[in-house]
């Protein structure tokens, strides 16, 4: 072979050719005959429009509201939360954004905020995190304990891996999918090379890092001991990860955005539905079994939904609807029902993939909330469950239960049933009739 | 060691706010929005007695590389061996921003992190590898010489991790370096697989991505003297927002650094330097919280004719601006606050409107201009200086309307150095549905009738309603959308800044001359050179370059002088 074509080839596998994914478009079906337990958080940012969430209970069950509409098809395995608090979010002082973000998952106060323009970090384990130990046990493992993915985050964290250790999502679906499924298209034994070389550069850093952190003053120890730890996490999943099963086919690679940190308004419907492509394919494979899927960040992070003809600001109308102006409300609850329809895809991708004597969904756990309900509120928040064995076709009242008792709740009906989750200040016991 | 860094930084806060501040009576308003029924929170703190004392030393956090000085460092590193307009900068993990600047010191590398860095590193590589006749010249031919490759990581592994290597590691990147047989199966070019997976190394190294302050051991257990190439680093990335270039590595391998007379010369030397716009637009950007101007968008309803590709033409002009006041100018705070003098191509000129005419500028105070850009002389009675500037209105503003409330608050934080708390949790914002057709003005007056509100609001509010004469796009208007006439009177109530402000220019002016923004923006400068917010133990360093650059009326090399010569910058607190 010539020396340029086999450049070609290099730098294709790279990534930087124009690759085109050798695999078809094909359903994603999962042979396995054991049926693991599987959860997936969905956070969606500034509230509802509040009047038209609620559901009504009827004879023939759940009449869903306006905004719920778009889940329609999954009623009969729809509960929606009514009267959930974040606890710890309404004690503390400092800015609600970061804060109804930032402890929403671990039901503990934010430990530190990091001033204008910045970040938080975390009070405690996030409950995905928690879950993901327990969910990736047993005699073949998947390859990754958690993922997270986002749309436009920012850097904004869900989930913690402890207090002061945020884990950020990946807000890039091709970054994603390169790393769930990227290399696949290599020939093995280039795929081998490459691999090869990683662990290489990953023995260089890890023994430089080990070096550093014994001689660099005490102060800088613990940034590269986690650096360090890290890199040791990665290896040891890639070393741990068997050949994937013939059964499962990647989707094909998701669209190329060209700033996807800090994409164009218009661009974030085509994130949303990559992500919850590669989030379906992830599960379908078996590639993880718990995963946060955060649409947005924390405050005003000055995005528009104009692929709905909105011009104004989401979290401008958000704190300007649900009181005295009908315009923003109605352009509030337009952009919750879209932010539904999204869900409702998530759902269906699930729905399609056949398992065991259901489907997917029948075997992982949705749990879609905002940490927001009306403004900066952070008392009864919408929260919805879907699937996962959950009766479904339900209104649960939960007024005044902190959100702890919720992921209390969940992890007994997972099977990882804990003592005791967040704040100790709230006691916090499983919510009763969850499951 | 987090946890008690975190509270430290909130006491910090508080204190060298009163610090800062001193001269300012009453607190900010987050002081009197506490509720005392809520409880303790963590975000409150005490403040701490101030610590007298030299500041021999500071304590810098180990700060990881942002994506600026990444994009930088590999321009530099790297040259033309990046393809031309190759960003860099997203394909790294986003920064985290501490003290109002990015320094990554806060976040430690999660296991997503390590494959985002290891992904970049290969994509740079990658790319590096197909324009490898750029990375050094013997790499040209089809087949280098062992020697050529041994040669060519020898220069760059120094220079990438800025600092002279131990022969073992030199040999240890040489092994590295050399090509290996392609394994069976495999029909790469073993020449580009070694450049490959050496250079992505490299890039991966802590040493490259980390700021690595290891120092000497003093007298003193809890000082360390920094070594001469970390004091290198130290200036190349305060000026130039990248790495030492030949002559600082040249001065630091004689120990000439050590010497604070050679670390002024070599500032002036930098700032003469090019790359010196960089590093001053790394700072200015952020000092003025342009950070969303990169996906800056605006509601076509009200700017039809809007289009994304201004972004980048806001962004030169700004630097643009920054160069002639600060490199070819003056140099002063107070000419940064008010030259009626910048540089557009006409597709920004149209947002001035009849604000910005056409002048002149003598050769050597012009500053490198992009393509189609020309100077213009701002209307005197409408502009004045940084803040009044397009690329700064436009981003502190809404899709569609102005922004008096985040125009107020930017004003408080980057101009008086003040910590404005969050809104109440239970506060219903906007209290009451704005009149149809009521103005910015009297939708802010609600404010002043809830006492919540009113304690942070009439502090924020007057300084953005100074700014009401600009729309949306930062364009001078008489009329605000609803059609009512825009009356921008204002104030700075709290600050040293007395009496109304009628308009833009008079709050531009205001804060030209106030001592306390003068002593601010040597704050923002300290905070962006230890990558961390100010604490108690900054305070004797942190008022010296205050007074400093006081006395040198706002001369803004003056106070990096004052930074660059002082103990505290060659050495660091380690307890």
């Given amino acids: 072979m010539s020396r340029a074509r086999s450049r070609r080839a290099f730098l294709r596998a790279l990534g930087l050719g124009a690759a085109a994914a050798p695999w078809l478009p094909s359903s994603l079906i999962h042979a396995e005959t054991s049926t693991p337990r599987r959860v997936v958080f969905v956070h969606f940012a500034h509230g509802v429009a509040r ?20 889940l329609e098809a999954f009623a009969a395995r729809l509960t929606v939360i009514e009267g959930l608090d974040n606890a710890p979010g309404l004690r503390q002082v400092g800015d609600q954004h970061n804060i109804a973000v930032g402890t929403l998952l671990t039901a503990m106060p934010l430990r530190a905020d990091l001033g204008p323009g910045g970040h938080y970090l975390p009070g405690g384990i996030s409950i995905d995190q928690r879950l993901a130990t327990e969910l990736s046990a047993g005699s073949d493992p998947p390859p990754w304990p958690s993922l997270q993915l986002g749309v436009r985050t920012q850097g904004f964290a869900i989930s913690a891996l402890e207090a002061e250790r945020p884990l950020r999502a990946d807000d890039d679906p091709a970054s994603a999918y390169a790393r769930l499924f990227g290399e696949l298209g290599l020939p093995p034994a280039q795929l081998e090379q490459l691999q090869a070389q990683r662990v290489r550069a990953r023995d260089l850093v890890r023994t430089r890092l080990d070096t550093l952190a014994r001689t660099l003053p005490a102060a800088d120890r613990e940034p590269l001991e986690a650096h360090a730890e890290a890199v040791e996490a990665h290896q040891d999943r890639l070393d741990a990860m068997g050949p994937r099963p013939a059964s499962c086919e990647p989707p094909d690679s998701p669209p190329l955005v060209e700033h996807p940190s800090t994409p164009a308004d218009a661009e974030v419907p085509t994130l949303v539905r990559a992500q919850t492509e590669v989030l379906v394919a992830a599960l379908a494979c078996d590639l993880t079994r718990v995963v946060t899927l955060q649409w947005g960040s924390s405050g005003n992070d000055g995005l528009r939904h104009v692929w709905q003809g909105i011009d104004q600001e989401f979290h401008t109308l958000a704190h300007l609807a649900n009181g ?10 337009a952009m919750n029902t879209w932010t539904m329809e999204q869900l409702a895809e998530l759902l269906a991708g699930l729905d399609a993939v056949p398992q065991g004597e259901g489907t997917l969904l029948d075997h992982t756990l949705v749990v879609a909330l905002s940490g927001l309900s009306v403004g900066h509120h952070m008392g009864d928040l919408p929260v919805l469950l879907a699937g996962g064995g959950v009766p479904g076709g339900r209104v649960l009242s939960a007024a005044g239960a902190p959100l702890a008792s919720l992921w209390l709740a969940l992890a007994q009906h997972l099977g990882v049933p804990l003592a005791g ?3 100790p200040a709230d006691d916090a016991a499983p919510l009763p009739g969850v499951a | 060691m987090m946890a008690l860094r975190a509270m430290l930084r909130l006491v910090a806060t508080t204190s060298c706010r009163a610090l800062t501040l001193a001269f300012v009576s009453g ?56 393809p031309a307009g190759f960003d860099v900068r997203e394909l790294w993990p986003p920064d985290d921003v501490d003290g109002g600047f990015a320094s990554n010191a806060t976040v430690p590398v999660t296991e997503l992190a390590v494959e985002q860095l290891e992904r970049a590193a290969e994509r740079v590589a990658a790319a590096a590898v197909r324009r490898r006749a750029h990375l050094h010249a ?3 031919p089809a087949d280098p010489t062992a020697a050529c490759l041994a040669q060519w990581i020898e220069e760059l592994a120094p220079r990438a991790l800025r600092r002279p290597l131990a022969p073992a590691e030199l040999e240890s990147w040489r092994a590295l370096a050399q090509p290996e047989p392609s394994p069976a199966g495999v029909d790469e070019d073993p020449v580009d697989a070694a450049i490959f997976r050496t250079l992505s190394a490299l890039l991966q190294s802590p040493d490259f991505l980390y700021r690595v302050e290891a120092g000497e051991p003093t007298d003193d257990p809890e000082v360390r003297r ?9 200036l190349s990335y305060l000026v130039w927002s990248s790495l030492p270039d030949a002559s600082l590595t040249a001065d630091a391998d004689s120990g000439r650094l050590y010497d604070p007379a050679a670390r002024a010369a070599q500032l002036e030397r930098m700032l003469a330097d090019p790359r010196a716009v960089r590093g001053l637009m790394g700072f200015h950007r952020q000092w003025l919280e342009l950070g969303a101007l990169d996906s800056l968008d605006k509601d076509r309803n009200v700017f039809p004719t809007f289009d994304p590709a201004l972004r980048p033409l806001l962004a030169a002009e700004l630097q643009a601006f920054v160069e002639f006041v600060i490199l070819r100018g003056d140099a002063r705070f107070a000419t940064l606050m008010s030259a009626r003098t910048t540089f557009v191509p006409p597709a920004l000129a149209a947002w001035y409107g009849d604000d910005a005419s056409p002048t002149t500028v003598p050769q050597g105070q012009l500053p490198a201009l992009p393509e189609g850009f020309v100077p213009v002389a701002l209307d005197e009675q409408r502009r004045a200086g940084v803040l009044t500037l397009v690329p700064v209105m436009a981003t502190h503003a809404k899709a569609g309307r102005s922004d008096p409330v985040g125009r107020g608050a930017l004003v408080r934080r980057r101009w008086l150095c003040e910590t404005l708390a969050a809104a109440p949790p239970d506060v219903v914002m906007p209290p009451v549905a704005p009149a149809p057709g009521s103005s910015q003005r009297d939708q802010l007056e609600q404010h002043a009738e809830d006492p919540a509100c009113a304690a942070c609001h009439a502090r924020m509010d007057p300084g953005g309603l100074a700014l009401e004469s600009y729309d949306a796009m930062g364009s001078s208007r008489t009329h605000d959308l609803a059609g009512n006439p825009i009356d921008a009177r204002g104030a700075l109530p709290g600050s040293d800044i007395e009496g109304a402000l009628e308009g833009p220019v008079a709050l531009a002016l205001a804060l030209a001359h106030s001592e306390q923004a003068q002593r601010c923006y040597a704050t923002q400068w300290l905070r962006y050179a230890l990558g961390r917010p100010e604490g108690p133990d900054d305070a004797a360093l942190l008022l010296a370059v205050q007074d400093r650059f006081l006395a040198a009326d706002g001369h803004v090399p003056t106070l990096l002088r004052a930074l660059v010569v002082a103990d505290a910058f060659i050495q660091r607190r380690v307890r």
């Fill in chain 1, 51 to 70: 009047d038209r969430w609620s559901p009504q209970l009827g004879a023939e069950g759940l009449v869903l509201s306006p905004i719920l509409a778009p």
């Fill in chain 2, 138 to 140: 013997c790499l040209e």
């Fill in chain 1, 324 to 333: 005295e102006d009908p315009h923003a409300h109605e352009q509030l609850a």
């Fill in chain 2, 27 to 82: 607190l900010a308003c987050g002081d009197d929005l506490a509720d005392p029924e809520r409880g303790p929170s963590a975000f409150e703190g005490r403040p701490l007695p101030l610590r007298g004392g030299e500041p021999l030393a500071l304590a810098v956090p180990l700060r990881r590389l942002t994506r600026e000085q990444l994009h930088n460092t590999l321009q530099d590193l790297l040259g033309e061996a990046l």
């Fill in chain 1, 421 to 423: 989750f967040g704040d």
């Fill in chain 2, 226 to 234: 920094l070594t001469a190439h970390e004091i290198a680093a130290r």
